[in-house]
């Protein structure tokens, strides 16, 4: 709420502006912080946000100088700190120096963009894909960009911030169903479609709070039976389901065709950074001449691109590294299980949370694993519901049983602890 201007504030532009609204420290958002954080002193917690690894990050890293186990990276099959990878950024990094200096369209093209675009495209079998210089960006960009206010984007209620930002950009018309609720999509296209033009439906191919999929057969179904464009987001899915790691499509044996628009990030299971949507040909033109967070932005560095395409190669032919980490997965849920922890909905590939009930206790318990050299990250309200906070598992496929019953048993340990009045 606004507060009252004082007599002698300034003037601006023949109004009284409110001394606050000038300051940062007034802001809303800042407010905020600050209330965490004197949460977060009075329980005596460090900041939980924002640690400084020493170097790659994977199964484990190192801290300020301390070796922890690391559940908290989404470096799913190891290929963040090859050496092949490595190797393949240094080599484009010789070859097309730092920058390619300029949007692609203009005269920032380089081979290596057209190889990894080719390799996604393959690795789906659809016609090509365009990569974004972030993944954030991509989904910005391309539902910014392709929706309009005459249509209509339905998303599941977890769909990730960049969908619902770039949602909020095209203009269209918004509506969330419930979580992997095909029948209440349904039920929503049912009622509204024929008020609008073109349907978007979004949905992710894993979801990263709660490890858990949606039904692709049952909503590949609904979009053609509403004539709607099904779009899935394969941040954490592709590299992680199906026998070779090709991402949900794999995993139900559902044609790629059958999904109009897939979208990935290439910094999970590829290594890098910036995001790719892949699709028809001219689904991909559009975007590759139009949309603005591709278009008005400089080209991927080509030491990003290649360490990515690298990794991907890697990927197609090492499919022991998906089925290992979905092996490991497994044996993470199941034992969380076994001890009586609370694992939500998570079918145990790649992100297993474990269900705390408040914000305090997840932090106070990620704080209290990382003295003992555990770095898991706590996802706290606002992130989820309060009673839904938790401790959120990122597995990699460089993770052994030893290593996650050492884990297991030193959370279970200190959940039996009695809980320490706050201090301060
Ligand atoms: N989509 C999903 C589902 C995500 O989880 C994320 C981020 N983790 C993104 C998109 C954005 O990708 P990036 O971090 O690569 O920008």
Redesign the pocket.
Known sequence: ARQAASPDAPQAGGGAVAEHLTRFDSHPGYQQLSLMREGARRLGLSDPFFKRHDGNAGATTVIEGRDYLNFAS?NYLGFSGDPRVNQAAREALERYGSSVSASRIVSGERPIHAELEGAIAEAYGVDDAVAFV????T?VSTLGYLLGPRDLILHDEYV?N??LVGAQLSGARRMAFAHNDPAALDDLLRRHRPQFERVLIVI?GLY?MDGDLPELPRFVEIKRRHQAWLMV?E??SFGVLGEHGLGLGEHYGVPSHDVDIWMG????TLAG???YIAGCQPLVDTLRYLAPGFLYSVGMPAQVAAPSLKALQLMRQEPQRARRLREISRYFLDQARRRGLDTGHSIGAAVVPVILGSSPRAAGLSHALFERGINVQPILHPAVPEKSARLRFFLSCDHSEAQVDHTLDALVALMAEPVEAPRG
């Open positions: 989404y972030s993944g954030h960006a989904n990730h960049s969908a992710e990263s987001d941040a954490h990030t290439l910094s999970k950074c910036g995001g």
